[in-house]
């Protein structure tokens, strides 16, 4: 019998708007009992009600934490638990894009802190839930903005030099590196990772941002794929058995294709494990 999403526990990160709203509804359509975890409890609140709405035997339940925070984090990971005894998909699809240097509670690069140790601190925190699981799933959120990335070791809190464009692609750089080290150490466990690219997506992301990268993004709106199109390859990687047991690869459209040289290099994914273990461990 190939594998199912439904009835399946999933928890999808970012999931009060955009895509990350969009994966959490077409997963309960499919089934999927969902945990949404957001920042902002109202719109939280709303797309609970929009699942619910389905009338489907889907559940749903609410994590509140901002994934820049790895107190945050670490609170919401024991909330989980206390509530379910297993997980078998997580869906790292929380991010920012931070055109002028911020700083965490934690005293880190915002961008660094939401789009990567975000997803390295929460996954490693619910492995062994996972495991317990299996056949389980790790699907990570990157972009194809990786492919402009750089891991500048010395520097990857931008405190020597500084731009919101290259600290967003070293983060999506970050999340293809993680999913590579993650599958590896997963061999054999029966937990698969992978990442995707979404596509440029019409969505309240960047929108924050002044200037011109506020401006960009509003302009070109008319222009960019629909939640919904951005939606579908984080919905395959969560809920297809055509990728049972696939794991390490970066997906596209729905098909595995080569990510940068870059986000292959192993001796770097094993370095950044590294780096973001020690990071997290002193908030611990």
């Not at 901002?66 to 869906?91: F, G, P, T, W």
């Not at 490693?124 to 070791?153: C, E, F, I, Q, Y």
């Amino acid at each position: 019998m190939s594998w199912s999403i439904e009835g399946k526990q999933v928890l999808v990160t970012g999931a009060s708007r955009g895509i990350g709203r969009v994966t959490a509804l077409e997963l309960a359509k499919k089934g999927a009992n969902v945990s949404l975890l957001v920042r902002n409890r109202e719109l939280g609140l709303a797309v609970v009600k929009e699942i619910e709405a389905l009338g489907g035997k889907a559940k749903v339940d609410l994590f509140v934490a901002d994934m820049s925070s790895q107190k945050d984090i670490r609170r919401v990971a024991n909330e989980y638990r206390e509530k379910h005894d297993r997980l078998d998909v997580l869906v790292n699809n929380a991010g920012a894009v931070i055109m002028e240097r911020a700083t965490t509670a934690d005293g880190l690069e915002a961008t660094f802190a939401t789009n990567h140790l975000g997803y390295f601190l929460l996954t490693t925190l619910l492995l062994d839930l996972l495991k317990k699981s299996t056949p389980a799933r790790v699907v990570s959120v990157s972009s194809d903005a990786h492919r402009n990335g750089k891991m500048v070791w010395d520097d990857l809190q931008g405190e020597k030099s500084f731009s919101g464009f290259g600290a967003y692609a070293q983060s999506k750089l970050a999340n293809a590196l993680f999913t590579v080290e993650l599958a590896k150490r997963l061999e054999g466990t029966g937990v698969t990772a992978n990442c995707l690219h979404p596509g440029v997506i019409a969505s309240q992301f960047g929108r924050n941002n002044k200037g011109i990268m506020g401006f960009f993004v509003r302009v070109a709106a008319p222009f960019m794929a629909s939640e919904e199109e951005g939606a579908k390859t984080t919905v395959f990687l969560a809920s297809s058995p055509d990728v049972e047991g696939v794991t390490g690869k970066y997906f596209k459209k729905c098909r595995a294709v080569d990510p940068s040289p870059a986000a292959r290099d192993e001796t770097a994914a094993a370095r950044l494990w590294t780096v973001s273990e020690e990071l997290v461990a002193k908030t611990a």
